[in-house]
């Protein structure tokens, strides 16, 4: 995918907007939130293969963010949706 990493890519309802997802897994005890290890370096992946499938859609305007799934396995699982989590860098 042209240097790109990307976990999840989905649509929002109403409004159609197309979510491209990292999904992060730590344990309950590790330091830091699973947010915390999408660097710099790995937004940069996750944009470079967003800008792949948005030259394959036939709407190339079409609105879209990046989200973060964090899922924390302990003596329960836990899992948060971070909308928005980073923007593009303009």
């Given at each position: 995918?042209?240097?790109?990493?990307?976990?999840?890519v989905?649509?929002?309802?109403p409004?159609?907007?197309?979510v491209?997802?990292?999904?992060?897994?730590?344990?309950?005890?590790?330091?830091?939130?699973?947010?915390?290890?999408?660097?710099?370096?790995?937004r940069r992946?996750?944009?470079?293969?967003?800008r792949?499938?948005?030259?394959?859609?036939d709407?190339?305007?079409?609105?879209?963010?990046?989200?973060?799934?964090?899922?924390?396995?302990?003596?329960?699982?836990?899992?948060h949706?971070?909308?928005?989590?980073?923007?593009?860098?303009?």
């Amino acid at each position: 995918m042209g240097g790109g990493e990307i976990d999840l890519v989905t649509r929002c309802k109403p409004d159609g907007c197309l979510v491209f997802v990292e999904v992060k897994t730590r344990s309950a005890g590790q330091l830091g939130r699973p947010l915390d290890a999408v660097d710099a370096r790995k937004r940069r992946r996750i944009r470079s293969g967003a800008r792949v499938w948005m030259r394959m859609l036939d709407d190339p305007d079409v609105p879209y963010r990046y989200d973060v799934v964090e899922v924390i396995i302990g003596t329960s699982e836990e899992v948060h949706i971070v909308p928005g989590a980073f923007t593009d860098e303009r």
